[in-house]
């Protein structure tokens, strides 16, 4: 089972109270990013490029357990920037264990066999690193040689000291799907729980801007990569929203379903897109104009996005939502092989990664270079 029962009983049963008490919008994961500071400057991130003086903020503990209560979700992702740079992140992760919510806490793992120790395993509790393929193209993704070599070390280290951990794949174009495969199996021999893989979105701030995927070829790289799958792989993400990637099932994006809390309050419309704030979770709720976006409402930012912040609660919300939903949800359990023969003759074409023809350019983050300022080791 990719989560623990007990996981999937409580979100199965919170989104059927939900629906008995006739919630046409609700939420399931609260995004909360304590901080947008970051060891890393991805190429593809559009989360880190803010001045210094908001790289510097961070939420106070009271405010993420008030966010979270305020949204009322039973699971909780703190991305970021990179939470383990928050001083109080232990205190954060314990407060949420404590009010039972699932947390999943993504890193770029840089810092955490050095701060494992400030965490205590539970059920509740799970390490979402960040690793976006074989060693070559993860170094080259987060920019960083070596980064590839320091996550597997401290995702071996966590599983030995007794932690739930997961990981979190973001595929760009040039991504080889039998490299991603070979990749999930390395990620299942070292002892992660489950995966969670999706494609990256278009941010107007990250400095990659060549790579992004669109929708038809997101289709076709999920359905190499997911189809004909091994029975050992274990995956952290609602069946139908993996239907969804491979091209076998349509959904409207339903942004309100991880809605996002920051320094700069609750984001509207959802995690990637920044029109504007709500000081309260009621207020982005009901001032949020929906209709503006997801792919039917013609919003170019929309057009071609099919991550898991906008489409994973899609797929949740449509097997709670009939008898159909269930069933289709069942047989994507039982049957979840996907043997496709066209699928294996995509794995068969050329691929050229990007990593082949362009060389891995490491980015200082803002952090970095203004401490080198400081320090008047730059020019
Ligand atoms: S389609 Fe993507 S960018 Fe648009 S609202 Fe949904 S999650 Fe946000």
Redo the contacts with the bound molecule.
Sequence with gaps: MAVPISQAWTVATYVLRQKRKGRKRFPLVTMLEPLFRCNLACAGCGKIQYPAHILKQELTPEECFRAVEEAGTPMVAIPGGEPLLHPQIDKIVEGLVARKKYVYMCTNALLLKEKLHLFKPSKYFSFSVHVDGQRDHHDFSVCREGGYDIAVDAVKAAVAAGFRVTTNTTLFDGADPNSVRAFFDEMMAIGVESMMVAPG?TYEKAPDQKHFLGRARSRRLFRAILSNRKKTWRFNASPMYMEFLMGKREFS???WGMPAYSVFGWQK?????QDGYADTFQELMETTDWAN???ESG?P??AN???H???EASGVYYTFGSMRGLLDTAIATIFDQYEDRGALDLLNQPTKPVHSFNPLVQITTHIETQAAVEEGTTA
């Design positions: 979105y994006c339903t942004p419309p959802c995690y990637l897109l976006y997801g792919k919003n930012k929309c996005c099919m991550v912040s906008g489409y």
